[in-house]
């Protein structure tokens, strides 16, 4: 078991898998958000939210993963064409957070009242769903499986999958430990500080799309 963990198939697909989802989730950038839902509740419904918000994140970026495949044989999409067009996204995004201007809606300081949800689960929609798990991290999990589709054995393929679903683990629990301190990390770094983090992180995203799309070319131009 541990040689096969230490495979070079596992080691790669985790880190760059892991290092992709944290970047493009961004879990400072939820804090806002988070804050605002979990205004008027106390320490323990504080923790119970942010924690049913990263398993919902981790379900809904698992599915993403596992279901990619099928999703792009229904509607005929070549695998080609979701790395170009996966990359386009995360860069946009990347570059909304770089500039500071026209961001997502995940990545906006929100106001609300934990009554304004009431009649759902505010953990799903918006914490979820798109604040942890939006439309970059989605099309990220299902541009990684693209990538283990390719492989050429099984064991580098069972490797692959273990190692991404691993990554969205670690990421979804990092995300639970951030928002869990979301006060204190709010107190602590002010404003200004989550601000140059974002900022870094979608440097880091615009690099992460511009590698998708280069990869996406490479496909098609393999395929001709």
Do not use: K
Request: include cysteine; charge should be neutral.
């Amino acid at each position: 078991m541990l040689l096969w963990l230490s495979s070079g198939v596992f080691t790669s697909f985790f880190l760059g898998s892991f290092i992709s989802l944290i970047t493009i989730i961004n879990p400072l950038s939820a804090i806002p958000l988070f804050n605002a839902l979990s205004a008027q509740l106390d320490d323990r419904d504080t923790e119970t939210l942010a924690r049913q918000a990263s398993v919902y994140a981790f379900a809904i970026l698992a599915i993403s993963l596992f279901a990619g495949g099928l999703i792009l044989s229904t509607f005929g999409i070549s695998y080609g064409a979701l790395r170009i067009a996966g990359g386009i996204v995360v860069a946009r995004l990347g570059h909304g957070m770089l500039f500071g201007h026209d961001r997502p809606a995940q990545d906006r300081p929100r106001r609300l009242d934990i009554d304004d949800a009431a009649p759902r689960n505010p953990a799903f929609f918006p914490l979820a769903l798109p604040g942890i798990s939006g439309p970059g991290s989605i099309a990220v999990a299902i541009g990684l499986s693209t990538e283990i589709s390719e492989l050429a054995t099984m064991s580098a393929s069972l490797q692959a999958w273990a190692a991404t679903v691993a990554a969205i683990a670690l990421a979804c629990l990092l995300t639970w430990l951030v928002l869990r301190s979301g006060r204190m990390i709010s107190y602590r770094l002010g404003p200004n500080g989550i601000e140059v983090m974002t900022r870094l992180m979608g440097f880091l995203l615009i690099c992460i799309g511009v590698q998708f799309i280069a990869s996406g070319v490479r496909t098609f131009v393999s395929g001709i």
